[in-house]
């Protein structure tokens, strides 16, 4: 392996997120408890009830080790304990009254801290980083973690408010586009919810780990043709796979439905919403120049040709 390669840059990392953080030291805040007597008053305090098998596989530590923790939390009144009511050769742990009251000021801390570590972060910045950070864990733990947090749901009370906001906040942001965009977002989602018909229609909105990230909606051009329209994805849930979801899932609504094609209107300049429309199966079948939304475009119209449901014969 090479000097600079992959190894020496993850331990380089590593020493740069150590100081980062501020764990070099024997004890954390300021206060006599060892990172990792906080790693398990932390997982006491956000599980209902525990087991020290429990926390031994979740941390990953020596059972030895972490049977003097729990004995030190003991004799400070931090935890207790309870026999398991189905497994006498276990016993429950739970934080105290005391525990607690030890514990929040110091969560309280750390999270002041991570906030002072971001402020001088913009907002996409920081979602930026909690991408990075998701990256990481997602490659170095199951393939399957980042597909397995993402939802797709319909769309709820106060969604198409968060729709025509990203819409217009994140064009202005990365390509340029003026308010005009906006105003056309915000048409587009009235009339979806005016004339909305749901065994025809449908909006999904994407969740990754409680926070929504995209969205996309199918809409009825006429009894044949639907319509793909306002996909989106937040800048750091790139990369996840969610975009290709949301296509997806209007595609297989649509022949659900019985639709016979699907059309979409973009701009040449989005090539990320263009490879995942090419890779559905649609095709480019026009192209015009024009100005709108404050600059010099090229709009395209992509269509994906549907095949007609099978229907069984009747035999008599």
Same mark, same amino acid.
């Given at each position: 392996?090479?000097?600079? %390669?992959?190894?020496?840059?993850?331990?380089?990392?590593?020493?740069?997120?150590?100081?980062? #953080?501020?764990?070099?030291?024997?004890?954390?805040?300021?206060?006599?408890?060892?990172?990792?007597?906080?790693?398990?008053?932390?997982?006491?305090?956000?599980?209902?009830?525990?087991?020290?098998?429990?926390?031994?596989?979740?941390?990953?530590?020596?059972?030895?080790?972490?049977?003097? #923790?729990?004995?030190?939390?003991?004799?400070? /009144?931090? #935890?207790?304990?309870?026999?398991?009511?189905?497994?006498?050769?276990?016993?429950?742990?739970?934080?105290?009254?005391?525990?607690?009251?030890?514990?929040?000021?110091?969560?309280?801390?750390?999270?002041?801290?991570?906030?002072?570590?971001? %402020?001088?972060?913009?907002?996409?910045?920081?979602?930026?980083?909690?991408?990075?950070?998701?990256?990481?864990?997602?490659?170095?733990?199951?393939?399957?973690?980042?597909?397995?947090?993402?939802?797709?749901?319909?769309?709820?009370?106060?969604?198409?408010?968060?729709?025509?906001? !990203?819409?217009?906040?994140?064009?202005?942001?990365?390509?340029?586009?003026?308010?005009?965009?906006?105003?056309?977002?915000?048409? #587009?989602?009235?009339?979806?919810?005016?004339?909305?018909?749901?065994?025809?229609?449908?909006?999904?909105?994407?969740?990754?780990?409680?926070?929504?990230?995209?969205?996309?909606?199918?809409?009825?051009?006429?009894?044949?043709?639907?319509?793909?329209?306002?996909?989106?994805?937040?800048?750091?849930?790139?990369?996840?796979?969610?975009?290709?979801?949301?296509?997806?899932?209007?595609?297989?609504?649509?022949?659900?439905?019985?639709?016979?094609?699907?059309?979409?209107?973009?701009?040449?300049?989005?090539?990320?919403? !263009?490879?995942?429309?090419?890779?559905?199966?649609?095709? !480019?079948?026009?192209?015009?120049?024009?100005?709108?939304?404050?600059?010099?475009?090229?709009?395209?119209?992509?269509?994906?040709?549907?095949?007609? /449901?099978?229907?069984?014969?009747?035999?008599?």
């Amino acid at each position: 392996m090479l000097a600079n %390669g992959p190894v020496a840059a993850v331990r380089a990392f590593n020493r740069f997120y150590t100081r980062q #953080i501020g764990v070099l030291g024997e004890h954390l805040l300021d206060s006599d408890f060892s990172l990792t007597e906080m790693r398990v008053l932390y997982e006491l305090a956000h599980r209902p009830q525990s087991t020290a098998t429990a926390i031994c596989e979740d941390l990953q530590l020596d059972p030895g080790y972490l049977s003097r #923790i729990l004995r030190r939390f003991e004799s400070r /009144r931090l #935890i207790r304990r309870e026999p398991a009511p189905d497994d006498a050769r276990q016993s429950l742990l739970r934080l105290t009254a005391h525990g607690r009251s030890v514990f929040g000021p110091l969560e309280a801390r750390t999270s002041e801290q991570v906030a002072a570590m971001l %402020g001088h972060l913009s907002h996409d910045e920081q979602w930026e980083l909690v991408a990075g950070m998701e990256n990481i864990e997602r490659l170095l733990t199951s393939p399957n973690l980042g597909t397995q947090a993402i939802l797709l749901r319909p769309h709820r009370p106060g969604d198409m408010g968060w729709v025509v906001h !990203r819409h217009g906040a994140l064009y202005a942001e990365e390509w340029g586009y003026s308010d005009e965009f906006e105003s056309l977002v915000a048409s #587009i989602v009235s009339e979806f919810l005016a004339n909305f018909d749901p065994p025809r229609e449908h909006c999904w909105m994407a969740e990754y780990r409680g926070q929504i990230v995209g969205s996309v909606f199918l809409v009825k051009k006429s009894q044949t043709v639907a319509k793909l329209r306002l996909l989106l994805v937040e800048p750091h849930a790139r990369g996840l796979g969610i975009g290709r979801q949301l296509v997806d899932a209007c595609v297989d609504f649509a022949r659900q439905v019985g639709y016979r094609k699907i059309t979409l209107w973009t701009q040449s300049h989005l090539d990320g919403a !263009r490879r995942l429309y090419q890779s559905a199966g649609f095709e !480019r079948v026009h192209q015009e120049k024009h100005h709108r939304f404050g600059k010099d475009l090229v709009a395209e119209t992509w269509e994906l040709k549907l095949p007609a /449901r099978k229907t069984e014969k009747i035999r008599s």
